[in-house]
Nanobody, 115 residues
Framework: VHLVESGGGLVQPGGSLRLSCAAS????????MTWVRQAPGKGLEWVST????????SYADSVKGRFTISRDNAENTVYLQMNSLKPEDTGVYYC?????????WGQGTQVTVSS
């Protein structure tokens, strides 16, 4: 299992970013995918999860209405569209999958929201 995140960067408050997570090594469409973030000096925070088919999504209250998770099963990629970004959204964003009871994580992508 291999997960590679991309799309992070520096953005001003109120701006947008789209994160991508390219997956390989497993049957992508069979598994839910999750985004998790870690703010500087803080613990891991669950952000959003999407089902294997893409038909079911869930969000943390802190991002609901601003972030949208989606996936392209033909491209084995999951996305996180982040709008109306706030300084408190700053952190490293990871995608995660649980395959056969094992957690797999990408290397993360840094998102910095600052003026």
């Amino acid at each position: 299992v291999h997960l590679v995140e991309s799309g992070g960067g520096l953005v001003q408050p109120g701006g947008s970013l789209r994160l991508s997570c390219a997956a390989s090594g497993f049957t992508f469409s069979r598994y839910a995918m999750t985004w998790v973030r870690q703010a500087p000096g803080k613990g891991l925070e669950w952000v959003s999860t999407i089902s294997g088919s893409g038909g079911s999504t869930s969000y943390a209250d802190s991002v609901k209405g601003r972030f949208t998770i989606s996936r392209d099963n033909a491209e084995n990629t999951v996305y996180l569209q982040m709008n109306s970004l706030k300084p408190e959204d700053t952190g490293v964003y990871y995608c995660k999958v649980v395959v056969l009871g094992n957690d797999y994580w990408g290397q993360g992508t840094q998102v910095t929201v600052s003026s």
